[in-house]
């Protein structure tokens, strides 16, 4: 017996295109779908323009989503959807829901989520702004590739609103997000968990509801960037070391060998050395951030691992101990041989910058590892 089939659309006052929607539905369910168990589910977000009306009419169910957001809305229409495969789509009728059965069949070929890419199929002229076709997702789909895509899981079209899915699937990614960003977390998950993903070519609609859409680009497109961002510590952990191992280098170089003369100039002198000194935090900066990812509540450990798990008592006393030392080993020479010279001037300023390099940069590791610790205790 063919798989049952909840449609999903999430509402927010969209009674001038949700009746086409509908009826394109209906027209899917009596036609391509006869025989199997259809239901439709509208999630509506608090309408007020008559958009619930239009879905009972139409045989809709409405399910009332108290908080607002499109990920909400989906998240709340998904819970309630009653059925194994469960196809969405937004209700401004750009995507076109007679399509659905492609996707239907690709996703019972053994995938667990299809896309409807619209990067691979046709965008009618006015359909997408220029940016976000060009610019916004193209870039956010080769993040999105480079950082979670397993073999066979890259995908063309990260931000699609067009999808399907197995319910048992879905249930085991728990995306979280409320807003737009859901697309992007959704497919996160779905990737780190090993689902299988597929694409189908789609075709998208201008939209013809003449008000402004609810997506806005650069909050929007920001917040997309950095859910992709926040599962992948790793990124963080290796962009951070190579920023300052590079710089350290850079310090290092600086103190045996500095300054050099090269044909554009003097370099790796006390004021290269000084840029050095802020590209190393920026990196353990860089560094933290992915720490702090991979201590929260189901963040991926990764590399982070060993500082992770480091006793606490060993962590906090051990480091502040370590520091103590480096400080009186390292610095309380230089500020002897400074207190004889009447603190006038302090002839050794490239040891002195490394030296101070390295308490901060002792500093900044000790803290981030701690600020860990504290996010685990949650």
């Known amino acids: 017996m063919p798989a049952s089939i909840s449609f999903v659309v999430p509402c927010l006052d969209e009674a001038d295109s949700l009746p086409a929607v509908l009826d394109r539905i209906q027209q899917v369910r009596d036609g391509a779908f006869a025989g199997r168990d259809v239901e439709i589910v509208v999630a509506d977000n608090g309408s007020t323009d008559g958009s619930r009306e239009i879905a009972a009419a139409h045989g809709a169910r409405i399910e009332d989503c108290p908080v607002r957001g499109y990920g909400a809305a989906l998240r709340h229409g998904f819970e309630r959807a009653r059925h194994d495969i469960v196809v969405f789509a937004d209700a401004d009728n750009t995507y076109d829901f007679a399509e659905a059965p492609?996707?239907?069949?690709?996703?019972?070929?053994?995938?667990?989520?299809?896309?409807?890419?619209?990067?691979?199929?046709?965008?009618?002229?006015?359909?997408?702004?220029?940016?976000?076709?060009?610019?916004?997702?193209?870039?956010?789909?080769f993040?999105?590739?480079?950082?979670?895509?397993?073999?066979?899981?890259?995908?063309s079209d990260c931000n699609s609103g067009f999808r399907c899915f197995r319910r048992a699937s879905f249930a085991a990614w728990q995306p979280r997000a409320t807003g737009m960003e859901f697309a992007s977390e959704m497919l996160v998950k779905a990737m780190r968990s090993g689902a299988r993903i597929a694409e189908v070519s789609i075709t998208l609609h201008p939209d013809t509801r003449g008000r402004p859409p609810h997506l806005k680009r650069w909050r929007d497109g920001t917040r997309h960037l950095l859910q992709i961002l926040?599962?992948?510590?790793?990124?963080?952990?290796?962009?951070?070391?190579?920023?300052?191992?590079?710089?350290?280098?850079?310090?290092?170089?600086?103190?045996?060998?500095?300054?050099?003369?090269?044909?554009?100039?003097?370099?790796?002198?006390?004021?290269?050395?000084?840029?050095?000194?802020l590209g190393t935090c920026l990196g353990l900066n860089v560094f933290g951030v992915g720490l702090l990812l991979a201590a929260r509540e189901g963040g991926d450990p990764g590399p982070y691992r060993p500082l992770l798990e480091v006793d606490e008592g060993r962590l906090l006393w051990g480091g502040v101990g370590f520091l103590l030392a480096c400080t009186l080993v390292s610095l309380v020479p230089i500020l002897i041989d400074w207190a004889d010279a009447g603190f006038r001037f302090l002839a050794l300023q490239k040891q002195t910058l490394v030296l101070v390099a390295f308490g901060a940069n002792g500093v900044f590791f000790l803290f981030n590892v701690i600020g860990a610790h504290l996010l685990k205790q949650r």
């Not at 239907?104 to 702004?129: F, H, Q, T, W, Y």
């Not at 300052?244 to 044909?263: C, H, K, M, T, Y």
């Open 230 to 277: 926040a599962g992948s510590p790793r990124f963080f952990f290796g962009l951070g070391l190579l920023v300052l191992l590079a710089n350290w280098a850079v310090l290092l170089i600086g103190l045996f060998w500095g300054p050099l003369s090269l044909p554009w100039g003097n370099v790796f002198g006390i004021h290269t050395m000084m840029f050095a000194l």
């Open 102 to 141: 492609r996707l239907v069949a690709k996703l019972e070929e053994g995938n667990d989520l299809v896309l409807g890419s619209r990067m691979r199929g046709e965008i009618r002229p006015g359909a997408m702004p220029f940016l976000h076709r060009w610019l916004g997702t193209p870039a956010l789909t």
């Open 143 to 155: 993040v999105l590739n480079r950082l979670h895509a397993g073999p066979g899981q890259k995908v």
